[in-house]
């Protein structure tokens, strides 16, 4: 008997310790394990921002510099190569030609190879050649056939230079076959380095290839500028051994993840400090346009770096004891909320649970320790009637001798746990919406203003290249329609041009007379009538722009006409950290954006079209790039409009690309302390709101209702049986409840018989 009655003794005992893991400690010890790391992090981060020599924003728009560099060169190089391999195809396609008629067709469509040879494959003779002499010994005829053999190849000259070999096969029935061979230069196809930039091709052991933006010996006139363009050099030279190592990567690996942007392996670089001026680069991998989807030119293991020297200025407006003040007040404030949590909530109930476990074990002999506050009080007044009930004491003699009774309007748990948010309110709430504003005072890095400039000048740049080489195509395909072509063949070399182009959306072969001899892809949306005089224009009258190209086919009296989809317009101004970017015409009307727009609407704002209006100004040799800071009162944009000039079919137009974007989201110190200001107050917010409700849903709430049932259970109410919500501190004082419920019913029962007992004995007596 003793033994089992030990047994249970520690049963009781263990399952009341199992009580305590759960209730009212973890939120309070939540709260405050979650305001230390609020306090801690407060003090170090905010310590931190200013102290980098380079804002985080210059280092990024470099990096984003570089991804533009690598995408046109990537583009430029895949154009080239694709567009000898489908000119060799439209010449094997007809009557054999000569070497020299090859040449001389290729060189009056395009403009961009700096030198062409054919060969007869098999004996290696070579037929003709225009430009430079090319390395064509570097070429081995005898694996031309094998898989990959007529992949691009980049060969070194004698001199140094770097170039890129691309290679086709002319062939036709009955003639041996020869090989067409184009050189290109690894240079950048109208990359904008403005006047401080130097800007190199690597390759994947960090060699530079080309490079552009450092001074040539001869343009080097004091010991000065030598000296800086020697340190720049070998900057240069040391951030190419970097990036050539760095662009080995899988691209997944370099970026946060869900990181979007560029495909390839990019990132940034900071150098030595040189005359108060520091070098930083960013570099870019050439990648596809499509994730996981290699192209000839991305295949070559080619890494464009781009570095700008800048001066080296720390923050003066940030306050480094800022964090240090801001963690102090939050673990005073946190202190007296945690001491208000334990002191008013967590004792008292805890007195609760201690007081109604004693009571239901049949310890009547001191009277219960009443908690001064809430619904502990209520609880722990309806217990001491309770035990005076379990000593023989009756509901209705107790009626009106409640201390409690008649007080449940003063401060309960709810207010209490309530005060204990408002501290914390107190501290975050100023720092989500009036502490460190950044304003419109904010100093912007001359640096991010001129990349946004010059960016922007390569995008309008790459726009205007992508319309001349479309026409250029044209005239490629017009160039091989005779008189004798049948409009079964015109579709069909339609059809192949615009299978390996996909930037049209529809090509068809326009007479003069305003019919349609052959087309492949949609149907044409050009008006009836002749071509008109200029090579590419813009059709208005619908819903969306439509960009056409025309190239005369002066053997058919007809033209080839290319309708451009514009969605090929918008792929190509889809730039990160370049924020809104809009195509507008001469009217200032919205002609292809990188988000959402409308066609032909305006700019609508007024700045702005102020900017497009200065940068088309003629000044001095005509319309230069513009960028500028726009403050309105509310923030700061950083815009840029440069003019689409050059030459080429696209110089009518008269359309300039204009691109904005808010200073708030780039990573200059005041902005960042702003940020993370903001965000210590929304944690602070966070951790009270989390841990503050979870301990009014888990304890306050079902407290509040076990108070009206004690209550109720004082009064008389022996039939509601008490059922614990959470096997915690409030459930445990439930099921003492309970017990005491069960006691006293078992008492009324005791005195019911015992009453009846003795009236069954008194009522013979008195007959007798």
């Known amino acids: 008997m003793a033994a089992s009655r030990t047994k249970r003794r520690h049963k009781v005992r263990r399952r009341a310790d199992m009580s305590l893991l759960g209730g009212i400690r973890p939120p309070i010890a939540a709260l405050s394990a979650l305001l230390l790391a609020l306090a801690a992090l407060t003090a170090f981060q905010f310590g931190r921002v200013g102290e980098d020599a380079v804002p985080e924003a210059v280092l990024t728009s470099q990096q984003h510099f570089a991804e533009d560099g690598a995408i046109a060169l990537r583009a430029g190089l895949d154009e080239s190569i694709t567009d000898l391999s489908r000119t060799a195809s439209l010449f094997n396609a007809g009557d054999p030609v000569s070497a020299d008629t090859v040449l001389d067709k290729l060189g009056n469509v395009y403009q961009k190879w700096r030198g062409l040879a054919v060969l007869e494959i098999k004996s290696g003779k070579l037929e003709a050649q225009r430009g430079e002499n090319l390395p064509l010994t570097a070429i081995d005829r005898s694996k031309l056939t094998e898989e990959n053999g007529l992949a691009p190849?980049?060969?070194?000259?004698?001199?140094?230079?770097?170039?890129?070999?691309?290679?086709?096969?002319?062939?036709?029935?009955?003639?041996p076959q020869m090989l067409l061979v184009a050189s290109s230069s690894l240079k950048f196809p109208g990359v904008s380095l403005g006047k401080f930039r130097a800007i190199a091709v690597v390759d994947h052991t960090g060699q530079i290839l080309s490079s552009d933006g450092l001074a040539n010996d001869e343009q080097i006139q004091s010991d000065e500028v030598k000296e800086s363009t020697e340190q720049s050099r070998k900057q240069l030279k040391k951030f190419a051994k970097i990036a050539g190592k760095k662009s080995e990567q899988h691209p997944q690996k370099t970026k946060e993840p869900g990181a979007g942007g560029f495909l390839g392996v990019s990132g940034h670089m900071l150098g030595s400090l040189n005359a108060g001026e520091r070098a930083v680069a960013g570099y870019a991998a050439l990648a596809g346009p499509e994730a996981g989807v290699p192209t000839a030119a991305s295949a070559l293991g080619l890494t464009v770096v781009a570095m700008v020297n800048v001066t080296e200025e720390r923050t003066a407006g940030v306050d480094p004891f800022f964090g240090i003040a801001a963690a102090g007040a939050l673990l005073v404030m946190g202190a007296i909320a945690l001491a208000v949590l334990i002191g008013t909530v967590q004792k008292p109930l805890l007195q609760l649970f201690l007081e109604s476990r004693r009571l239901s074990r049949g310890d009547l002999t001191r009277p219960v320790s009443l908690p001064k506050y809430g619904e502990a009080s209520r609880i722990g007044a309806a217990?001491?009637?309770?035990?005076?009930?379990?000593?023989?004491?009756?509901?209705?003699?107790?009626?009106?001798?409640?201390?409690?009774?008649?007080?449940?309007?003063?401060?309960?748990?709810?207010?209490?746990?309530?005060?204990?948010?408002?501290?914390?309110?107190?501290?975050?709430?100023?720092?989500?919406?009036?502490?460190?504003?950044?304003?419109?005072?904010?100093?912007?890095?001359?640096?991010?203003?001129?990349?946004?400039?010059?960016?922007?000048?390569?995008?309008?740049?790459?726009?205007?290249?992508?319309?001349?080489?479309?026409?250029?195509?044209?005239?490629?395909?017009?160039?091989?329609?005779?008189?004798?072509?049948?409009?079964?063949?015109?579709?069909?070399?339609?059809?192949?041009?615009?299978?390996?182009?996909?930037?049209?959306?529809?090509?068809?072969?326009?007479?003069?007379?305003?019919?349609?001899?052959?087309?492949?892809?949609?149907?044409?949306?050009?008006?009836?009538?002749?071509?008109?005089?200029?090579?590419?224009?813009?059709?208005?009258?619908?819903?969306e722009p439509v960009i056409v190209a025309y190239a005369e086919a002066p053997g058919l009296k007809a033209s080839v006409v290319g309708e451009l989809r514009i969605d090929f317009l918008n792929s190509l101004l889809k730039r990160p950290g370049l924020g809104e970017v809009r195509v507008v015409d001469e009217k200032h009307r919205v002609i292809g954006g990188n988000n959402g727009y409308l066609a032909f609407e305006k700019l609508g704002d007024e700045k702005i079209d102020a900017l497009v209006s200065g940068a088309n100004q003629k000044v001095g040799k005509g319309p230069r790039p513009s960028s500028m800071l726009l403050r309105d009162g509310g923030g700061i944009d950083i815009a840029a409009a440069v003019p689409m000039v050059g030459g080429g079919a696209a110089k009518p137009l008269a359309w300039t690309v204009v691109s904005w974007q808010p200073a708030k989201g780039l990573a200059i110190p005041e902005y960042n302390l702003q940020n993370r200001t903001v965000l210590a107050g929304l944690l602070g917010l966070t951790a009270v709101a989390a841990c503050l409700g979870w301990m009014h849903i888990i304890v306050v709430r079902p407290l509040r209702q076990l108070a009206q049932r004690a209550e109720a259970l004082a009064d008389g109410d022996r039939r509601t049986v008490l059922f614990p919500t959470h096997h915690d501190e409030v459930g445990a004082v439930t099921r003492s409840l309970e017990v005491?419920?069960?006691?006293?019913?078992?008492?009324?029962?005791?005195?019911?018989?015992?009453?009846?007992?003795?009236?069954?004995?008194?009522?013979p007596a008195g007959r007798n």
């Open 383 to 543: 217990l001491e009637r309770l035990r005076r009930q379990l000593l023989g004491e009756s509901a209705e003699e107790q009626q009106g001798q409640d201390p409690r009774r008649g007080r449940r309007g003063r401060i309960g748990m709810r207010a209490l746990v309530a005060i204990c948010a408002a501290l914390i309110v107190v501290w975050s709430a100023p720092l989500v919406l009036l502490i460190n504003r950044a304003g419109d005072s904010v100093a912007i890095p001359q640096t991010i203003i001129n990349d946004q400039r010059e960016r922007t000048d390569t995008l309008a740049d790459r726009i205007r290249r992508a319309l001349n080489e479309g026409h250029a195509d044209l005239t490629s395909v017009a160039s091989m329609l005779g008189g004798g072509t049948t409009p079964a063949d015109m579709t069909t070399i339609l059809e192949r041009t615009l299978t390996q182009h996909p930037r049209y959306e529809s090509l068809y072969v326009l007479k003069n007379d305003g019919t349609v001899a052959a087309k492949a892809g949609k149907e044409p949306r050009h008006p009836s009538g002749k071509p008109p005089g200029q090579a590419v224009t813009l059709l208005e009258g619908g819903n």
């Open 153 to 175: 190849r980049m060969v070194r000259l004698e001199n140094g230079e770097t170039r890129l070999l691309t290679l086709a096969v002319l062939s036709w029935p009955g003639k």
């Open 740 to 763: 005491i419920r069960q006691q006293l019913v078992e008492l009324k029962k005791r005195e019911a018989s015992g009453s009846a007992g003795r009236a069954g004995k008194a009522t």
